[in-house]
T-cell receptor, first 114, second 115 residues
Framework: AQSVAQPEDQVNVAEGNPLTVKCTYSVSGNPYLFWYVQYPNRGLQFLLKYITGDNLVKGSYGFEAEFNKSQTSFHLKKPSALVSDSALYFCAVRGATGGFKTIFGAGTRLFVKA | GAGVSQTPSNKVTEKGKYVELRCDPISGHTALYWYRQSLGQGPEFLIYFQGTGAADDSGLPNDRFFAVRPEGSVSTLKIQRTERGDSAVYLC?????????????FGPGTRLTVL
């Protein structure tokens, strides 16, 4: 069965510091991995995805994510956090054997302090 | 261009009533998804449409939940005999083709409250 784990409910970081939001997954076959961000009272916004190829994926708003097959991880990163990055972040996975289901993690709340 | 829209934005109903939630996908997107998001949780898959047909409805929790997409565009999620446990935000998403690598674009959601 497919699954996603976001081990941290909350991440706190000071503005200007690098940030990492962790995600690990379990899927049969090749994974298709996604990161979404959710701001208050708004829908989920797509940040980036990994399909194949380079393990470092670059996305919107300066975010990037590193795919690590041996550790089954897809951590979200940003070199320099902004206060406006404070939001709820979701990791998601799809796999060939999971049909059309997208499995989302429980989310990680990011607080960036000025 | 216009994104995914959902109506109503909020719906308050009484236990046992029937509700309909509407989703307008991005024009030209053949795939449409419904999710349910409870407080403090990630979105939970309910159903996936490819065109007019439900290609995967394995996430519908029981037979009180039903969804249609008769013309391959707008979709309606229908909930009969609502229960307090149905209270959640219902999210709709669409994507261009429905392929595994496809990006899903989400609407703002409908917040359903069952009293």
């Amino acid at each position: 069965a497919q699954s996603v784990a976001q081990p941290e409910d909350q991440v706190n970081v000071a503005e200007g510091n690098p940030l990492t939001v962790k995600c690990t997954y379990s899927v049969s076959g090749n994974p298709y991995l996604f990161w979404y961000v959710q701001y208050p009272n708004r829908g989920l916004q797509f940040l980036l995805k990994y399909i194949t190829g380079d393990n470092l994926v670059k996305g919107s708003y300066g975010f990037e994510a590193e795919f690590n097959k041996s550790q089954t991880s897809f951590h979200l990163k940003k070199p320099s956090a902004l206060v406006s990055d404070s939001a709820l972040y979701f990791c998601a996975v799809r796999g060939a054997t999971g049909g059309f289901k997208t499995i989302f993690g429980a989310g990680t709340r990011l607080f960036v302090k000025a | 261009g216009a994104g995914v829209s959902q109506t109503p934005s909020n719906k308050v109903t009484e236990k046992g009533k029937y509700v309909e939630l509407r989703c307008d996908p991005i024009s030209g997107h053949t795939a449409l998804y419904w999710y349910r998001q409870s407080l403090g949780q990630g979105p939970e898959f309910l159903i996936y449409f490819q065109g007019t047909g439900a290609a995967d409805d394995s996430g519908l929790p029981n037979d009180r939940f039903f969804a249609v997409r008769p013309e391959g565009s707008v979709s309606t999620l229908k909930i009969q005999r609502t229960e307090r446990g149905d209270s959640a935000v219902y999210l709709c998403a669409s994507s261009l083709t429905g392929g595994l690598a496809d990006t899903q674009y989400f609407g703002p959601g409908t917040r359903l409250t069952v009293l």
